[in-house]
Antibody, heavy 122, light 109 residues
């Protein structure tokens, strides 16, 4: 069974940093691109960033470019999101998602974690 | 960046009805690289359709997707009680960034 479990969320002051982690199991993690997708309270989904199977970047949303960094450790079956210079508008539930695409990356997401809540507030 | 507009924002329907949800793109979506997701309160999104018309694993055949270019549709042939949720479209033909629509809520009349 595919499982994605996020951790590292919490409350942080504006300008602060957090590092999210996503532990993957039930599939060959090193074979798949992965992404982070966020959802502010009561709002729509927003793609944040993606990463290829080999660690190559698939890009960032303009809203987080230069502040967030995605990375992965295939030996640990883990995905990460380093978030710096956090703003109130970064408050959201952050989902880790597996990329199901075979032709293009990033593509669609066939498995999702339950999310890690990040709250940025003074 | 491709902007996806979903309409209507909310639909109030009864079980057994047929529903058609619309997703319109601000420019053509390459190779019909469009997906649909269902999200229920307190849950992560679930993939329903990818490549505009391919059902994901385990998705009932009452769900179908169609369209190309800038106009896409998700149809639920006969609403079941468990289908009341929010539905999102997402394009992956032009990225970064991937983009999602604003969602359509299907609630019980």
């Amino acid at each position: 069974e595919v499982q994605l479990v996020e951790s590292g969320g919490g409350m942080v002051r504006p300008g602060g940093s957090l590092r999210l982690s996503c532990a993957a199991s039930g599939f060959s993690f090193e074979d798949y691109a992965m992404s982070w997708v966020r959802q502010a309270p009561g709002k729509a989904l927003e793609w944040v960033s993606g990463i290829k199977w080999n660690g190559g970047s698939l890009g960032y949303a303009d809203s987080v470019k230069g502040r967030f960094t995605i990375s992965r450790d295939n030996a640990k079956n883990s995905l990460y999101l380093q978030m710096n210079s956090l703003r109130a508008e970064d408050t959201a539930l952050y989902y880790c998602a597996r990329d199901g695409g075979l032709v293009v990356e990033p593509a669609y997401f066939d498995y999702w974690g339950q999310g890690a809540l990040v709250t940025v507030s003074s | 960046e491709i902007v996806l507009t979903q309409s209507p924002g909310t639909l109030s329907l009864s079980p057994g009805e047929r529903v058609t949800l619309s997703c319109r793109a601000s420019q053509s979506v390459s190779s019909s690289y469009l997906a649909w997701y269902q999200q229920k309160p307190g849950q992560a999104p679930r993939l329903l359709i990818y490549d505009a018309s391919r059902r994901a694993t385990g998705i009932p055949d009452r769900f179908s997707g169609s369209g190309s270019g800038t106009d896409f549709t998700l149809t639920i042939r006969r609403l079941e009680p468990e289908d009341f949720a929010v539905y999102y479209c997402q394009q992956y033909g032009s990225s970064p960034p991937l983009t999602f629509g604003g969602g359509t809520k299907v609630d019980i009349k």
